[in-house]
Nanobody
Framework: QVQLVESGGGLVQPGGSLRLSCKPS????????WGWYRQAPGNPREYVTD???????KYADSVKGRFIISRDNAKNTVYLQMNTLEPEDTAVYYC???????????????????WGQGTLVTVSS
């Protein structure tokens, strides 16, 4: 069973920065698209950003210009650089990945959609 392991969350002051990372545990062939989502207390989970296998990125308006998503295909890892953080960014952040377990799965575009367990980001003075 493939799982995603996130790290990098924590407490930061307004205006500060954090970098989250996410990678699969266990052996896989590759990752297609990656995404980051977040859920603030009392709110539904919302989209933050995603990056395709070709490196194309999209962002929610609320984070555009402050957050940067990137990926390291050799390490099967995705990063979320969060700058100029605001109290409104406080949430549990989740990564999501399209996992290709084997080369045959990749050729056939058969992937598992896997979510991370979430990492808490708190922006407060």
């Amino acid at each position: 069973q493939v799982q995603l392991v996130e790290s990098g969350g924590g407490l930061v002051q307004p205006g500060g920065s954090l970098r989250l990372s996410c990678k699969p545990s266990g052996s896989i062939f590759s990752v297609g698209a990656w995404g980051w989502y977040r859920q603030a207390p009392g709110n539904p989970r919302e989209y933050v950003t995603d990056i395709t296998s070709e490196g194309r990125t999209k962002y929610a308006d609320s984070v555009k210009g402050r957050f940067i998503i990137s990926r390291d295909n050799a390490k099967n890892t995705v990063y979320l650089q969060m700058n100029t953080l605001e109290p409104e960014d406080t949430a549990v952040y989740y990564c999501k990945a399209q996992i290709f377990r084997t080369r045959a799965d990749s050729v056939g575009n058969r992937y598992l959609e896997v979510w991370g367990q979430g990492t808490l980001v708190t922006v407060s003075s």
